[in-house]
């Protein structure tokens, strides 16, 4: 059994910052790419950013310039730092990861909302 627990999600002005993590817990042999989605309301999920274990990574045009993502291989975790933050990044943002257990699968978290608002 695999558990992701994300943190760091709240409400921001526009134009701040929040930094979301992630950790990965239970019985992992590796982590693969790990990635952050978000879904906003009447929004189908969309991929924010992700980063494979190796270290490269893609974003979202949306996010380009803005959002940072990393990864502590040591501790099964990966970030996201977000700037400059817009009303239209409102969203619950979701972590996700391949992991290999017995054999590769992906799991989500539960999710963390992020709200820009004023």
């Known amino acids: 059994q695999v558990q992701l627990v994300e943190s760091g999600g709240g409400l921001v002005q526009p134009g701040g910052s929040l930094r979301l993590s992630c950790a990965a817990s239970?019985?992992?042999?590796?982590?693969?790419?790990m990635a952050w989605y978000r879904q906003a309301p009447g929004k189908q999920r969309e991929l924010v950013a992700g980063i494979t274990r190796e270290g490269t990574i893609n974003y979202a045009e949306s996010v380009k310039g803005r959002f940072t993502i990393s990864r502590d291989n040591a501790k099964n975790s990966v970030y996201l730092q977000m700037n400059s933050l817009k009303y239209e990044d409102t969203a619950v943002y979701y972590c996700?990861?391949?992991?290999?257990?017995?054999?590769?699968?992906?799991?989500w978290g539960q999710g963390t909302q992020v709200t820009v608002s004023s």
């Open positions: 239970g019985s992992i042999f590796r982590l693969y790419t």
């Open positions: 996700n990861a391949e992991v290999l257990v017995d054999i590769l699968r992906r799991y």
